[in-house]
């Protein structure tokens, strides 16, 4: 029987938890995997050690976990990563597009380190395993929550005795998961939403939340779904034409975020000083001027600007139950009998595993460590607007 160890997380800010009592109980079922928590993993995303131990966990410190676990669960990667024992594997969403240096890391002790957010979403077995579909669905509903709790008036069109208020004029700029389901989200509250993506296909997707499509003239066509790096031209003539649009609104929410690489500027401080008194600016995906992540601050203009790029860590409930069902799919599929296959061309085990067997086996970390920085920087940031492609299941739940 092979022990799945469930770690708590470390970094700040971070409450969720890689698996929920519901995630060991379906572990469990199969009788393949006993299930070791350390103790209070899950206390931050409220399950506490007993929900845990009822559904069939043991409990026990972060040492006994390391010690007794051949598979260790996180959901980024732990402060203490150096404590990994050698033979371990380590499934998680782990960056290592953007932190190279750790895939080395755990190459050189000899852990064999799993990163779901290396996942091919293109793939239709692969869904039940997509963690950042799942968390970006997450992070995209809590945005337009967020937006709304900022600001100073209704969501909604409201006729009162004392007058009829127009409703909130909502922009999301970026059309993946998240941004369609705060999309979805502020109109299910009552906004009038529109949206924007630089990808042509993305335009439909748009309009099936019922948002309206800010159209800009600088769409593009791709054969996967993905929108290619703008140039340099097309990038200024983009932040052009959205530093003209942005000023119209009395909400933004910005998702284009690129893992592992820089986000494109979408919101330019001229936008920022052109808006409304009482704007407010939600930052997902590192798109707006001077915005610091984890901050709230008011410019001089008087316009609200929330750097939120862990979203899904705030709404811990959800955002960790959807997570436990994405590994234990993992698991499930790839580990079915709690050990990766010897020899396995398994497509989907081929893109998340980052090291095995003392290496760096994944093709685009082998590539940085040959070409360095700047080719790193030129192969992650292929993604501009969109960095996941939905299934249709996705896009259904945002509708």
């Known amino acids: 029987m092979t022990t799945v160890g469930v770690l708590r997380e470390t970094a700040g800010r971070e409450r969720r938890v890689a698996l929920?009592?519901?995630?060991v109980a379906r572990l469990r079922r199969g009788g393949e995997f006993r299930v070791l928590v350390e103790t209070g993993a899950g206390r931050p995303a409220w399950f506490d050690d007993r929900a845990y131990?009822?559904?069939?966990?043991?409990?026990?410190s972060r040492q006994q976990v390391y010690d007794e676990s051949e598979v260790l669960l996180v959901v980024r990667p732990?402060?203490?990563?150096?404590?990994?024992?050698?033979?371990?594997?380590?499934?998680?969403?782990?960056?290592?597009?953007?932190?190279?240096?750790?895939?080395e890391m755990l190459a050189d002790q000899g852990v064999t380190a799993i990163s779901l957010d290396l996942l091919p979403r293109t793939l239709s077995r692969a869904q039940p395993m997509d963690a950042l579909t799942s968390q970006a669905n997450v992070a995209g509903y809590k945005a337009a929550l967020l937006a709304a709790e900022a600001y100073g008036g209704f969501f909604p069109m409201l006729v009162t005795a004392a007058g009829t208020t127009r409703p909130a004029q909502v922009l999301v700029l970026g059309a993946g998961v998240a941004g369609l389901q705060a999309l979805a989200t502020a109109r299910r509250l009552?906004?009038?939403?529109?949206?924007?993506?630089?990808?042509?296909?993305?335009?439909?997707?748009i309009a099936s939340t019922g948002a309206a499509v800010l159209e800009l003239g600088s769409g593009q066509n791709t054969d996967d779904g993905y929108a290619r790096q703008l140039g340099d031209d097309e990038a200024a003539r983009q932040l052009s034409a959205l530093t003209a649009a942005v000023p119209r609104f009395d909400v933004v929410i910005t998702t284009a975020k690129v893992p592992g690489g820089r986000s494109p500027l979408l919101v330019s401080d001229e936008a920022l000083a052109a808006m409304k008194p009482g704007s407010v600016v939600i930052d997902l995906g590192g798109?707006?001027?001077?915005?610091?992540?984890?901050?709230?601050?008011?410019?001089?203009?008087?316009?609200?600007?929330?750097?939120?790029?862990?979203?899904?860590?705030?709404?811990?409930?959800?955002?960790?139950?959807?997570?436990?069902?994405n590994v234990v799919?993992?698991?499930?599929?790839?580990l079915p009998d709690g050990r990766l296959p010897s020899d396995s061309t398994d497509e989907v085990l081929a893109a998340v595993l980052v090291t095995h067997d003392g290496e760096v086996v994944h093709p685009r970390l082998r590539d940085v460590q040959v070409g360095g920085v700047d080719e790193r920087d030129a192969q992650v940031r292929g993604v501009h607007e969109r960095d996941f492609q939905e299934s249709d299941v996705q896009k259904?739940?945002?509708r």
């Open 78 to 103: 732990p402060d203490d990563v150096a404590a990994v024992p050698p033979g371990r594997i380590l499934i998680g969403l782990l960056d290592p597009l953007g932190d190279p240096a750790l895939a």
């Open 396 to 398: 259904k739940e945002t």
């Open 53 to 60: 131990a009822e559904a069939g966990a043991e409990i026990g």
């Open 20 to 23: 929920t009592p519901d995630g």
């Open 287 to 325: 798109n707006v001027a001077g915005a610091a992540a984890d901050t709230r601050a008011v410019t001089d203009h008087g316009v609200t600007v929330i750097g939120a790029p862990n979203l899904a860590s705030t709404v811990p409930v959800a955002a960790s139950t959807a997570y436990a069902r």
């Open 190 to 205: 009552g906004a009038q939403v529109t949206g924007y993506d630089v990808r042509e296909a993305a335009r439909a997707d």
């Open 329 to 334: 799919a993992l698991l499930g599929s790839l």
